[in-house]
């Protein structure tokens, strides 16, 4: 096709490459009802949670005017103060504990030659098939037998709490699929300078995997702030039960008063919701770049 004015040549468009939005209408309304299943149920808690007994029992969907003292009631009744601090006490322990020994064991799979490695990868692998409510019976003896022998009593205590899952299974699986893509060349570079695995460890690896610790410690954190049955399980008084327990009892002392429930309800999940807003980017990141994407 020639061009009037210049008199050259322009370069015709391949019809294959036109962009065609229609091609993609399938997977976005897919998306769009994806989007709207997960976004108006919280949406719909939030509402309710800011309406009065009235209309949050007459199933309205927005409050005429919203009541923000009911997240102060709700916080008050359910002695969530209590609660919420006891559940960042097990996080915090849990998270730390789960960073140092995950780290660890996955760097050992990905980069360290020993017998029986790939043996024991699979074991670990494994133990994500099996459900989490066959584990309670064994770990529960475990923990008590612990808290029998040890200097420290385990069941009504934090280390019950904690440290049964400080080697979480996944955590280790994801970090080592992220060491694996780590190149070779950089432990023959620190070799040649004298650094031993621990060096290398701490000094490269680390630094190079903050978007895959960052993802296992927002799991660490969703895992730990959720756990409701295990809590029950290896405690009796509120002294070290979460929050997770403390909204569990507020449901059967609020009784009918379905706003407060929903208050109590967004106060319970709004630490994660948090979280997660702060460190998305780096969450999507460690994500697309452990293996686990598709």
Not at 8 to 29: D, F, K
Not at 57 to 66: I, Y
Not at 226 to 234: E, H, K, T
Request: proline share 7%; charged share 10%; net charge neutral.
């Amino acid at each position: 096709m020639a061009d009037p004015i210049a008199g050259t040549r322009l370069p015709v468009q391949n019809p294959a490459s036109r962009p065609r939005p229609m091609r993609y209408l399938g997977t976005y309304i897919v998306l769009v009802i994806g989007a709207v299943v997960a976004v108006v149920p919280f949406l719909y808690t939030v509402s309710v949670s800011l309406m009065n007994l009235t209309e949050a029992n007459g199933g309205a969907w927005l409050p005429g005017t919203p009541q923000w003292g009911n997240y102060t009631q709700a916080w008050n009744q359910a002695n969530f103060s209590q609660y919420f601090w006891n559940s960042v006490r097990i996080a915090t322990i849990t998270i730390v504990g789960e960073v140092v020994f995950c780290t660890l064991a996955a760097y050992a799979f990905a980069r360290m030659e020993f017998w029986g490695k790939n043996l024991l990868f699979s074991l670990l692998l494994a133990t994500l098939m099996l459900p989490e409510a066959i584990t309670w019976v064994p770990n529960f003896i475990t923990v008590s037998w612990l808290g029998r022998v040890g200097p420290v009593p385990w069941i009504n205590n934090w280390p019950a709490l904690t440290v049964p899952f400080m080697a979480s299974a996944f955590s280790i699986f994801l970090l080592r699929q992220f060491f694996l893509q780590v190149p070779n060349d950089l432990w023959d570079s620190a070799q040649i300078d004298g650094a031993g695995h621990s060096r290398y460890l701490v000094q490269v690896m680390i630094p190079l995997s903050k978007a895959a610790i960052m993802t296992l410690i927002l799991f660490g954190f969703i895992g730990s702030w959720n756990a409701l049955a295990w809590p029950i399980l290896v405690t009796t008084t509120p002294e070290w039960r979460p929050i997770s327990y403390g909204f569990y009892a507020f449901i059967d002392e609020a009784g009918a008063q379905f706003n407060l429930q929903m208050a109590g309800s967004v106060i319970t999940m709004m630490p994660v919701i948090l979280l997660y807003f702060f460190t998305q980017k780096t969450f999507i990141e460690g994500i697309a770049t452990s293996g686990l994407k598709g």
